[in-house]
């Protein structure tokens, strides 16, 4: 295996076991701050020695190993050695944890550290941009290079940004646990939108070669069934779990035989996992009954269920779907909810109608790529072809998912040939 095999693969691993070794090493060390330093100084011993010594068998527990080994050299340095061996000792510093959840389990007695790590990210010491990303850092395992691209920022700004995160984490002595039920409520619409940028980092990856991980979809799923037991009253937390469980239930279908993207109205519905949509199904009733109206996740897993009970895109029901972004629309107004509602419009008023929508978003979106990617499908639908091959261009040229990059350039080709 070559070295550049092997470095796509030790950040194949770092990003499924990041959050993981981060939790671990911050609940035997009490140091946030200092347990993401010790990962990375892991990550970094990987990237010298796996090339010659190969990856091994169990590069999670290699790269946690070499990182507790560090922490042991550093509080030799500290002279706190003795004192903190005791620490290491009362049990395996990366636990494993249930796929599922007691629905009856104590909520003040959940055990989770990936769950802990997320609160602590989204302590309310911390500015919006800064939670946004230390979770990129620390949860979903992204480097601060792809975190930059992510947020089409500077490197330089997202290295303050975490830096700065872990250093109000440590000054205000943010304590590595899950708060009680009477801090919970503050926390929660950031930990549902940290869980939510995790799922969608497993399921349309910003960066890499890779079209979806379900791996860490999965994790987030679990994540949710967590705050469901810590938060058995809050529908928004079941409507996440919904909308989540309606994605993942597509992941069979959406690829195809080279490993490349597919759009719902290409996959085959068939292999639709129907588990996963009764489950989706049996989370969004349970956000229903608390008669309190569908929030943000609510009117987004109402939209997916339409999806996942549709037997074609033609048997979809659009109109309704244009309905739920309307209120979405007026419960959280964004560029983003516009341009997915105008692929509803398209639908059912026309590609004109819906493109003339579209093109008004330009001004904001415009460094967007899914903006340009729908506007091309839109163009192309028109009998548009230049303009459509520009756009699909133009969309494969932002920053984006390697394969969902090899997508569009085909589509731009072919449209390109046919004119």
Known sequence: MDDLHIRRAIEAVWRSESARIVA????????????????????????????????????????????????????RRRERLEERIGMMGHGALLSETPDAVDVAADPDRIDDDVLRLVFVACHPVLAPAARLALTLRTVAGLTTEQIARVML?????????????????????????????????????????VVY?????????????????????????????????????????YSLTALMEFQSSRFAARTDAEGLPLTIAQQDRSRWDRSAIARGRAALARAESFDRGLGYYGLQAAV???????????????????????????LAPSPVVRLNRAVAVSMVDGADAALAEVDRLAPELESFRPFHGVRAELLERTGRT??????????AALPGNAAETEVLRRRAAARAGDG
């Not at 970094?44 to 080994?69: F, H, Y």
């Not at 339409?306 to 895109?313: G, K, L, P």
């Open 24 to 75: 671990a090493l911050t609940r035997r060390t009490g140091d946030f701050a200092w347990a993401e330093d010790l990962a990375q100084d892991a990550l970094l011993e990987a990237l010298a020695s796996w090339p010659d010594a190969g990856i091994p068998d169990n590069p999670g527990a290699w790269l946690l190993t070499v990182a507790k080994r560090r922490a042991i050299d550093g509080w």
């Open 153 to 193: 920022l500077p490197v330089s700004t997202v290295q303050q940004r975490i830096v700065r995160a872990k250093r109000a984490l440590a000054d205000a002595e943010v304590p590595f646990e899950i708060p009680d039920r009477t801090q919970r409520p503050a926390r929660l619409a950031s930990v549902l939108q």
């Open 197 to 237: 940028l995790l799922f969608t980092e497993g399921y349309a990856p910003a960066v890499g070669s890779q079209p979806f991980r379900p791996d860490v979809a999965r994790e987030a799923v679990r994540l949710a069934r967590q705050l469901a037991a810590l938060a058995p009253d809050e529908p928004e937390v």
């Open 304 to 330: 997916a269920e339409r999806h996942a009970i549709a037997s074609s895109t033609d048997e979809t029901d659009w109109s309704l779907i244009v309905a739920l972004y309307d209120g979405l629309l007026e």
């Open 386 to 395: 230049d303009a459509a091959v520009a756009a699909f261009l133009r969309a």
